[in-house]
Structures are given as structure tokens and as C-alpha cells.
């Protein structure tokens, strides 16, 4: 192999190595969905509470926060994400009315987390409404959250169930685009190969 060819795949391997990225400033995306903490109480079989929905679990009266499920969705307007997730939140409005170990939280396709997970029982204020945060990382992988957005292109069913009410939800996603090289190093470490070539060239001869 001549010297030229030989500082040619030299330069290309130091070109590759010390380029650096430009690392972009994490993206957030969210979406939240709000109703009333003290909505109408009725009977029947479905009640809109703002952007939820409260259906009956073997009750027909709905709105006390008894027995009842309450649905909705978090619509993010983006089709998908093609970069890690590095952060999933829920946070929730909630106002439990007894203690169930049956309650729990969920995402379709991602998964269910108990509310004893997120809500302290032993000193809850029944009645009260509280503010919890769910870090979904303490339950779901980040693949899995991913996967499952990306399956709903940015639409994503999610629920309470069955002894409170939830008047506020939303979720939050964080995540790093990928990088790029900063174009003025790369032309900058270009324009070395361009100086150096002639240079040997005219050793050789």
C-alpha cells in the first residue's frame, strides 16, 4: 500500500473517531386529560366527566367514586418515537373513597400498576383528593413503553379502577433525538485530507 492511500484510510479512521456528535436537548412530549374531583353522581351505565369516562363495576350509581372504572386516553400527536425513552411519567389527581387492594392503575398494552404502589393507605385522607406521580420505569421497560406507543401511533387507553376519583391525569415522555456530526468539524477535518494529499503526492514523485 502506497503513503497516499495509506493517509487516505488513516485520515477516514481519525475522521470517524474524534468527529463529534451534536447532542440535541431532550425532547418532551405530554398529553393531559381533565374532569371534575366532585362530578354529578347518577345511575347508569357510562357518565363523561370532562375527558373521562366512568362506567359501573358492579354498581349502577356512578360519580361517588364507589365500584366504578374510569377510562381515557392520552393523545400525544405524534405518530411514533424512533429514539430511547428516558423518562415515563403519570401524574394523577386521585380522590379514593375506601381502601380495595383490588384498585389499580393502567395503560392497555403496557400494563397495570396497584394504586398500593402509589398511594399510602395506612395515612391516606379518604375523601381528599391527592397527587401522586408514577415513575413507569419502576415497572415497564422502556422498549415495552415504546412498542406499545408506537403500535397506537401516539394514541394511548388508559384507566383507574374502581374506589376513587381521578379528576386529572397526564404523562410525559422524554427522550434523546440521535446525533448528528457538527458540520463545520467535519469540514473543518475535510479540509485536512485536502491539504495533506498533494502534499504526499508530491513526495512520491
Request: glycine content about 8%; overall charge negative.
Amino acid at each position: 500500500m502506497n503513503n497516499f492511500n495509506k493517509f487516505t484510510l488513516t485520515t477516514a479512521f481519525v475522521l470517524s473517531a474524534l468527529i463529534p456528535g451534536k447532542a440535541f436537548a431532550a425532547s418532551l412530549i405530554s398529553d393531559e386529560v381533565v374532569g371534575s374531583s366532585t362530578p354529578e353522581v347518577t345511575f347508569g351505565t357510562s357518565l363523561q366527566n370532562g375527558d373521562f369516562t366512568l362506567l359501573p363495576n358492579n354498581s349502577k350509581i356512578l360519580g361517588d367514586g364507589k365500584d366504578e372504572i374510569t377510562e381515557w386516553n392520552f393523545n400525544f400527536g405524534v405518530d411514533s418515537i424512533k429514539s430511547t425513552i428516558t423518562k415515563a411519567l403519570v401524574n394523577l389527581d386521585v380522590t379514593p373513597f375506601i381502601y380495595s387492594k383490588n384498585d389499580d392503575f393502567w395503560i392497555t398494552g403496557i400494563g397495570s400498576v396497584k394504586a398500593n404502589k402509589f398511594l399510602d393507605f395506612n395515612s391516606v385522607e379518604y375523601g381528599k383528593q391527592q397527587s401522586v406521580e408514577i415513575n413507569l420505569f419502576d415497572f415497564f421497560s422502556a422498549d415495552k413503553i415504546a412498542t406499545t406507543f408506537n403500535n397506537g401511533q401516539g394514541n394511548l387507553e388508559a384507566g383507574y379502577s374502581d374506589d376513587a376519583i381521578v379528576s386529572f391525569a397526564k404523562m410525559t415522555l422524554e427522550f434523546q433525538p440521535a446525533s448528528v456530526p457538527e458540520p463545520t468539524t467535519t469540514l473543518g477535518l475535510l479540509a485536512l485530507v485536502g491539504l495533506g494529499s498533494p502534499l504526499l503526492k508530491k513526495r512520491k514523485s
